[in-house]
């Protein structure tokens, strides 16, 4: 069962040491990932992939892709699966309401919720065909 740890603001400007093998620094939102990547015993990191709802990609997608491709290099050898989001954040709203949030509330974990859907799903389609989920990246 997927459940929260922590929502990671992108972090464009503060670099840590990468690992000994990657050529530059890593964001610090990408090092924390990579720290709980290893201390959890990950074997798979699933990362959000925005498409248009009509499956076309855009802007954003090309900004996820971009990330993890980022997010594979820091914790290779473990693989990351890129996921469809499209309707996650839709879902994320109804489920909080339902359980009776405030609309207010809501914004303050929603991005929270919508990756535990996101993930949730991943591991329901893995299950259920017996491979990974999504669209591996490359190193």
Do not use: F, N
């Amino acid at each position: 069962m997927a459940t929260p740890v922590e929502t990671l603001a992108r972090d464009l400007k503060t670099a840590v040491p990468a690992p000994d093998d990657a050529a530059s620094p890593l964001p610090s939102d990408v090092a924390r990932i990579a720290a709980e990547v290893e201390e959890r015993g990950a074997r798979v990191v699933y990362i959000g992939l925005p498409r248009h709802l009509s499956g076309a990609e855009g802007a954003a997608t090309k900004g996820a892709r971009a990330y993890a491709g980022l997010v594979a290099r820091a914790i290779a050898p473990v693989p990351v699966h890129l996921v469809d989001e499209r309707m996650t954040t839709v879902s994320a709203h109804q489920a909080l309401r339902a359980s009776g949030r405030a609309g207010r509330k809501q914004r303050s974990v929603v991005d929270q919720a919508a990756a535990v859907i996101i993930l949730q799903t991943a591991l329901d389609r893995e299950r259920s065909a017996g491979a990974r989920a999504g669209e591996y990246v490359e190193r």
